[in-house]
């Protein structure tokens, strides 16, 4: 990533597997989340998961990002060593996974007291060791292709949620990640702010970035997902290509998701995305 090239992914694709978890399992107490939980994601491959609220989707990120320290399975993400967490997980392993990723939140998440500009080089600055002249021309430069070169000096509380949002995959983008994680990054916008939130992800999807997204809008996950993973009760029901998912799911329990999904909003309603 450049100054000239801002958006530009840290690796072009090649096909080749860049992040492997096998048998991911996490229970909080009695509460068993995510029940043998695989996924594989490629280089320049954009996987979304679908389903209903609480069915494990932000675990799994929250898991791949280290945030999560599963009870069982193993993570390979590619130029580090498989983790498996069978044992105990060293701090080091853990801080690894997310030196290779980047997530973005529901909340934005942004340093209420720290300026647009302070927000997105605060990481590569304090975390990488970038020199800070470098650090503030990338920032600059991904700024402006997200359209907010002229809120650099700008405080969170001054932006709108789709502004905010953006400076959230701006500061992400600035780690210069090999893998950028999405949970619900529309959920707490306004419906008119979520299309260009939306539009800013689509546009690294076409760039060749490699992403994991959990998201209920579904016409996004149609036209910018490779694979679809539909989850409920902490498994991966049904997967496979948008089309395929959309129009002729196998499963009764992905079918009857997607028709309450879908059936209200072709009606011109909101859907129903409880359980």
Same mark, same amino acid.
């Given at each position: 990533?450049?100054?000239?090239?801002?958006?530009?992914?840290?690796?072009?694709?090649?096909?080749?597997?860049?992040?492997?978890?096998?048998?991911?399992?996490?229970?909080?107490?009695?509460?068993?989340?995510?029940?043998?939980?695989?996924?594989?994601?490629?280089?320049?491959?954009?996987? #979304?998961?679908? !389903? *209903?609220?609480?069915?494990? $989707?932000?675990?799994?990120? &929250? =898991?791949?990002?280290?945030?999560?320290?599963?009870?069982?399975?193993?993570?390979?993400?590619?130029?580090?060593?498989?983790?498996?967490?069978?044992?105990?997980?060293?701090?080091?392993?853990?801080?690894?996974?997310?030196?290779?990723?980047?997530?973005?939140?529901?909340?934005?998440?942004?340093?209420?007291?720290?300026?647009?500009?302070?927000? #997105?080089?605060? !990481? *590569?600055?304090?975390?990488? $060791?970038?020199?800070?002249? &470098? =650090?503030?021309?990338?920032?600059?430069?991904?700024?402006?292709?997200?359209?907010?070169?002229?809120?650099?000096?700008?405080?969170?509380?001054?932006?709108?949620?789709?502004?905010?949002?953006?400076?959230?995959?701006?500061?992400?983008?600035?780690?210069?990640?090999?893998?950028?994680?999405?949970?619900?990054?529309?959920?707490?916008?306004?419906?008119?702010?979520? !299309?260009?939130?939306?539009?800013?992800?689509?546009?690294?999807?076409?760039?060749?970035?490699?992403?994991?997204?959990?998201?209920?809008?579904?016409?996004?996950?149609?036209?910018?997902?490779?694979?679809?993973?539909?989850?409920?009760?902490?498994?991966?029901?049904?997967?496979?290509?948008?089309?395929?998912?959309?129009?002729?799911?196998?499963?009764?329990?992905?079918?009857?998701?997607?028709?309450?999904?879908?059936?209200?909003?072709?009606?011109?309603?909101?859907?129903?995305?409880?359980?």
């Amino acid at each position: 990533m450049s100054p000239t090239d801002p958006l530009a992914p840290v690796e072009r694709p090649d096909d080749s597997v860049l992040l492997s978890a096998r048998g991911i399992r996490k229970s909080f107490g009695d509460n068993e989340v995510l029940r043998s939980i695989d996924l594989e994601v490629r280089r320049g491959e954009v996987v #979304v998961l679908i !389903g *209903p609220s609480g069915s494990g $989707k932000t675990t799994v990120l &929250r =898991a791949l990002n280290g945030l999560e320290t599963p009870g069982a399975g193993t993570i390979d993400f590619a130029g580090g060593p498989v983790i498996d967490f069978a044992a105990p997980v060293p701090k080091a392993q853990r801080y690894a996974l997310r030196d290779r990723s980047a997530m973005v939140f529901q909340q934005h998440n942004l340093f209420p007291h720290m300026t647009v500009l302070q927000n #997105v080089v605060e !990481g *590569p600055v304090r975390v990488q $060791k970038v020199p800070k002249a &470098r =650090a503030v021309a990338e920032a600059s430069a991904l700024l402006d292709r997200v359209g907010l070169a002229e809120k650099r000096d700008a405080y969170p509380f001054e932006l709108s949620g789709g502004q905010q949002q953006r400076v959230g995959i701006v500061r992400a983008l600035a780690l210069k990640p090999q893998l950028l994680l999405f949970d619900e990054p529309t959920s707490a916008l306004d419906p008119e702010l979520v !299309g260009e939130v939306l539009q800013v992800i689509k546009e690294l999807a076409d760039e060749g970035w490699t992403m994991v997204v959990v998201t209920h809008e579904l016409s996004f996950a149609r036209q910018a997902a490779d694979e679809v993973l539909f989850m409920d009760g902490g498994v991966v029901v049904e997967r496979g290509a948008p089309g395929t998912i959309f129009t002729n799911p196998t499963h009764e329990r992905t079918r009857r998701f997607l028709d309450r999904i879908l059936r209200p909003l072709e009606d011109g309603g909101q859907g129903d995305v409880s359980p």
